[in-house]
T-cell receptor, first 112, second 115 residues
Framework: GNSVTQMEGPVTLSEEAFLTINCTYT??????LFWYVQYPGEGLQLLLK?????DKGSNKGFEATYRKETTSFHLEKGSVQVSDSAVYFC???????????FGAGTTVTVRA | NAGVTQTPKFRILKIGQSMTLQCTQD?????MYWYRQDPGMGLKLIYY???????DKGEVPNGYNVSRSTTEDFPLRLELAAPSQTSVYFC??????????????FGDGTRLSIL
């Protein structure tokens, strides 16, 4: 079946530090890959997505590249801010389906 | 710009009580979903709907029911609340076509405690 594994948190960083959250997946075919972000007390919001191998999704300074050879979609940001404190979810949608499979989420706290 | 609206935001139920979690969207999305979010577990799909009058089970449907009488509304019903249903519930919607997977839009969630 389809599954997503992402690095466990929580992750605590200082402002301007580099952030990486690892995400690997298991799926047949060519799934679409997503990163969603959940700010405190809110629902999930789409952060970025990639729909085919070697695509790079980017938004708000975050980037992730769809690596089919390593079945990975790691999220990176070069210089985090306090406002980036949130829970980040990696997710996939199979090529023949629209339902999402989510990772467990990684809580990121950025300190001033 | 309401998007996906869920009510109530918080609720405490006693074991055995019933309730309906409301969800409405104003984006004319054809697909709607209900998830539950448990600590450290990500989101699990409870039920989904691909259009008015059509619903189907997700990963964890037991203890829940849904209906989709209109495009806008997708209520989730708990008939006999159990402590295992304590969770945060999220409703989402998307506009799906045959061309590509579209992002889902989420409501702010309903935090439900069963005591």
């Amino acid at each position: 079946g389809n599954s997503v594994t992402q690095m466990e948190g929580p992750v605590t960083l200082s402002e301007e530090a580099f952030l990486t959250i690892n995400c690997t997946y298991t799926a047949t075919g060519y799934p679409s890959l997503f990163w969603y972000v959940q700010y405190p007390g809110e629902g999930l919001q789409l952060l970025l997505k990639a729909t085919k191998a070697d695509d790079k999704g980017s938004n708000k300074g975050f980037e992730a590249t769809y690596r089919k050879e390593t079945t990975s979609f790691h999220l990176e940001k070069g210089s985090v801010q306090v406002s980036d404190s949130a829970v980040y979810f990696c997710a996939l949608s199979p090529s023949n389906d629209y339902k999402l499979s989510f990772g467990a989420g990684t809580t990121v706290t950025v300190r001033a | 710009n309401a998007g996906v609206t869920q009510t109530p935001k918080f609720r405490i139920l006693k074991i055995g009580q019933s309730m309906t979690l409301q969800c409405t969207q104003d984006m004319n999305h054809n697909y709607m979903y209900w998830y539950r979010q448990d600590p450290g577990m990500g989101l699990k799909l409870i039920y989904y709907s691909v259009g008015a009058g059509i619903t189907d089970k997700g990963e964890v449907p037991n203890g829940y029911n849904v209906s989709r009488s209109t495009t806008e509304d997708f209520p989730l019903r708990l008939e006999l609340a159990a402590p295992s249903q304590t969770s945060v519930y999220f409703c989402a919607s998307s506009y799906e076509t045959e061309l590509s997977n579209q992002p889902q839009h989420f409501g702010d969630g309903t935090r439900l405690s069963i005591l």
